[in-house]
């Protein structure tokens, strides 16, 4: 037999498909279905009573409903709701959506209501004033409300005026209405946080639901509680000042428009957000990555047109998006395509830069224009063989892409194998012809045998690339979930002090590697490494000052690594508080002066308004 939480539990769902047609005026309800309570308010059967679709709040715990309706079937509904006359003889529910859901699952059969007259537009006034009121409402309440706000017209300024607001905390519940429906509703249930939900939102929706796949399986279920995201969301997260193409370009996303002013770009917000002016991070993935594909296309298109190579040279592995775009391209597709390491490429030379010769020197600036033209003399030589070399047909015209998605226009010779500076190299087909003529020579022979050995070394190069790619891949695999993580090892702190060092930038690069090499510096990677491992702590602790110290972001108080140079300062003895006192008394001495100066202007003021 069913309870009578479970019957209205089906009775919740029946009412809630019932369609509602508002209107100002209403039929008199029958007697039979309304009562006076005695506290003079009115009792209206509960099967009446509709749910409002102008309310924005739009999802209830459910877990929390069942604990109030048990409540409710014990002590009642103390608290009325309110409700509006429908021409259709129902009532529409202004206030008390969720003591109507919890009475339904109480098996209660009537409301204690005020039964009111309202516009649509008195509703949606009420209900906001309501939710807003209500004691530490849900984030998602809120900016469910202030998106209504903004559906009708009001601009930010005008809401946060309105609701009593900043412009930020506006605009940061504005966002959170961009969270995808499964997101919302994990938000709803706590079980992410607000910081959560605000880098989420910041995303577009394609790059949000690839998240809710990877990272959040099982997340209907109860126990569920969403992990730290912050390195998930950087994947999907751009620095715009190293895009492959024009910021304010309109036409690589005619939908999507420039950059420049663009939501999703994080320089936009500068006027609410100050400290984000000095940055411009794209968190929109698909727009990102489809504007940076048509700005490849277009540079392959005008590269490929004015040069028409005769061939494809590729390294060993190039972007999957850079190559499915060669594939798709008419005038790439039936090209033939080369290996890097089976070609010679002849690279034509380098101009040589004036800067180059240019020093400061004690009385200024010198230059050394022996050595500039000295070096135009040999650029100029080296061109001309370079063009003759070109003239008489031992080479062809190649676009070579690279394995980091660049691209240029290349000579090569397709007969000859990459040389690496061992000499001139022979063919297998050579050698071969010249043993069935009976011509073959010990130079042709010696240098087969070079070739074999140049290939073979290359052989093992590609061996020791699959070593590492099967090691990255089970790696990978092994720790992307942190439970595997056992303990801190040494391999682990030494791979955090190359990071630290890799991080620094050239300048105190080379400063720091003299201070910590001197003049014993690592010769191979193998040394670097345990060079880094055996550091004295003062030579780690100097590394991570310097790495902290060279960062930009270091110098200013609303970034995260100046505070984190301010502690250690603190801990190294410097007298921060003293550093901080001297700036103070500057700044009231500076105060006093501008209050001195405000004072004077308003008496004068006064002084012009008393005239007149």
Not at 332 to 350: A, E, G, H, K, N
Request: with cysteine; charged share 30%; aromatic share 8%.
């Amino acid at each position: 037999m069913k309870t009578a939480i479970e019957k209205n539990t089906a009775k919740k769902t029946r009412t809630s498909r019932r369609k509602v047609q508002p209107t100002a005026k209403a039929a008199v309800p029958l007697k039979s279905e309304i009562a006076t309570d005695e506290g003079g308010f009115e009792r209206v059967a509960i099967d009446l009573v509709d749910i409002s679709p102008l309310n924005y709040r739009r999802f209830y715990n459910q877990a929390d409903l069942v604990r109030f309706s048990e409540v409710l079937a014990v002590q009642g509904i103390t608290a009325p709701v309110t409700l509006r006359k429908m021409e259709t003889g129902r009532y529409e529910l202004v206030v008390g959506e969720r003591r109507y859901r919890a009475a339904l699952l109480a098996g209660l059969t009537h409301l204690p209501a005020m039964v009111r007259v309202f516009t649509d537009a008195q509703v949606k006034e009420i209900q906001l004033t309501e939710n807003l009121q209500r004691e530490n409402p849900h984030p998602m309440h809120e900016a469910f409300a202030v998106s209504d706000m903004r559906s009708e017209g009001h601009n930010i300024e005008e809401i946060a005026a309105r609701l009593g607001k900043s412009k930020a905390f506006v605009f940061n519940r504005l966002k959170l209405v961009e969270l995808i429906a499964p997101f919302q509703e994990i938000f709803l249930s706590n079980k992410m946080t607000l910081t959560q939900a605000s880098q989420l939102a910041a995303l577009d929706h394609t790059a949000q639901q690839e998240i809710l796949e990877e990272e959040c399986p099982g997340w209907e279920e109860e126990e569920f509680q969403l992990d730290d995201l912050r390195y998930t969301i950087r994947k999907y997260q751009y620095n715009l000042f190293k895009a492959p193409f024009d910021l304010a370009d309109k036409s690589l996303s005619p939908d999507m428009g420039a950059c420049t002013g663009c939501s999703f770009n994080s320089a936009s917000l500068a006027t609410l957000f100050p400290e984000m002016a000095e940055k411009a991070i794209c968190s929109n993935h698909t727009c990102y990555n489809n504007k940076s594909m048509v700005a490849v296309r277009l540079k392959l298109m005008e590269l490929l047109t004015a040069d028409q190579p005769e061939a494809i040279i590729v390294s060993a592995r190039i972007p999957e998006n850079l190559k499915g775009l060669l594939e798709s391209m008419e005038i790439t597709r039936d090209l033939p395509q080369y290996d890097f390491y089976d070609v010679s490429i002849q690279r034509p030379p380098t101009l040589p830069d004036r800067a180059d010769y240019e020093d400061e020197g004690e009385e200024g600036e010198e230059f050394d224009g022996v050595g500039y033209n000295e070096a135009l003399e040999e650029f100029k030589a080296d061109m001309d063989a370079f063009e003759l070399l070109k003239e008489v047909g031992t080479t062809r015209k190649g676009l070579w892409v690279q394995w980091d998605g660049s691209f240029s226009i290349v000579a090569f010779d397709p007969d000859k194998p990459k040389s690496n500076g061992r000499g001139k190299e022979v063919t297998a087909k050579e050698v071969q012809e010249a043993i069935k003529a009976g011509t073959v020579t010990t130079e042709l022979l010696e240098g087969e045998i070079k070739r074999l050995n140049v290939r073979e070394a290359r052989s093992m190069e590609k061996d020791s690339e699959k070593i590492q790619e099967t090691v990255h891949s089970q790696f990978m695999e092994r720790f992307s979930e942190i439970g595997n993580v056992v303990s801190l090892t040494a391999a682990d702190q030494m791979a955090a002090r190359l990071l630290i060092f890799q991080s620094l930038n050239y300048t105190v690069y080379r400063q720091v590697e003299e201070s910590l090499f001197g003049e014993q510096e690592p010769e191979t990677y193998e040394e670097k490494l345990q060079a880094l491992a055996s550091m004295t702590d003062q030579q780690y602790s100097y590394l991570i000052r310097m790495a902290v110290a060279s960062k930009p972001e270091s110098k200013s108080p609303r970034q995260i690594i100046g505070l984190c140079l301010q502690q250690l300062a603190s801990d190294a003895d410097i007298d921060v508080p003293a550093i901080v006192q001297a700036q103070d008394e500057l700044a009231a001495g500076r105060k006093d002066k501008v209050e001195l100066r405000v004072a004077d202007m308003e008496r004068r003021i006064k002084k012009l308004t008393d005239k007149a």
